[in-house]
């Protein structure tokens, strides 16, 4: 028994000491206001592809999405605060309908499999006036090629201002302050923290539309990516791991004959 104690605790000593931490840090990456869609980040460990895009049924005869506000771009980085955090990429439209059918989506591919990665996605809300919003966030995550965050609640914590949404997307869902307006940017009431411990990401998708409880004309939403953290073992860890488990099953079937 001890001596698979030991085969267990070295292995698993291995993999904590031979991984390297990777990190995105947005206002570190790019200027302010730099347009993100296209870019790759290289860090210690991995590179990240980030790739995005507008999607619109064009119910008015053209694109049904403008980006919000005075922006000329759906994504950038932004160095100033939401959801009580400094420097984010930043995803944001108006859409002329209330449709899930126009949306923005991101996705971050990583060049080799991540682990323990760790981020928040801040500003998840809604706003509402007169007993009525005028917008309300719907969000998207999958990860590894369409695999949903929402079905494994011991991955996520949510914020007071989200919920587990009714569209039928498998979607989160912002509600409205407490003071009837979308969550002040020193708030963390609308943001969602994820731990992803245990999964090898190679893909995070992000999908952002307006829900239904918006009327017929939102107006303009914007949500935000944190800074990201992860670590990926270097490769004798998994050598170290496989010959722990080896050592594991021969101890195993010793103690059995």
Known sequence: MLHRVTIALAASVC???TATAGTIVWESEFLDEADINGASITTVDAQV??????????????SDLSPFGGNSM???????TTGNHS??????????????????????????????????LLDVDQRAQGGASDFSDGLVVTYNGGS???????????????????????????????DGDAS??????????????????SSLTFRYFSTDDAPANPSGQLMGISDMTWIV?????????????????????????
Not at 49 to 62: E, K, T, V, W
Not at 74 to 80: I, L, R, T
């Open 87 to 120: 420097g984010y990429g930043f995803l944001g439209f108006d859409n002329l309908h209330d449709d899930p059918a126009d949306y923005l989506e991101i996705t971050l591919t990583f060049s080799t499999p991540v682990y323990q990665l760790a981020f928040s």
């Open 15 to 17: 993999f904590a000491s």
């Open 74 to 80: 759906f994504f950038k980085a932004e160095h100033a």
């Open 49 to 62: 592809d980030i790739l995005a895009a507008s999607f619109s049924d064009n119910d008015s005869g053209g």
């Open 184 to 201: 002040p940017n020193g708030s963390t009431d609308g943001n969602i923290d994820f731990d992803l411990t245990g999964i090898a990401i």
């Open 148 to 178: 949903n965050v929402i079905g494994i609640p011991s991955l996520y914590a949510l914020g007071p201002n989200v919920i587990v949404g009714d569209e039928g997307f498998g979607e989160f869902e912002g509600l409205a302050h407490g």
């Open 233 to 257: 073992p270097e490769p004798t860890t998994a050598l170290l791991l496989a010959i722990g488990l080896a050592g594991l099953a021969a101890a195993g079937r010793r103690r059995r004959s």
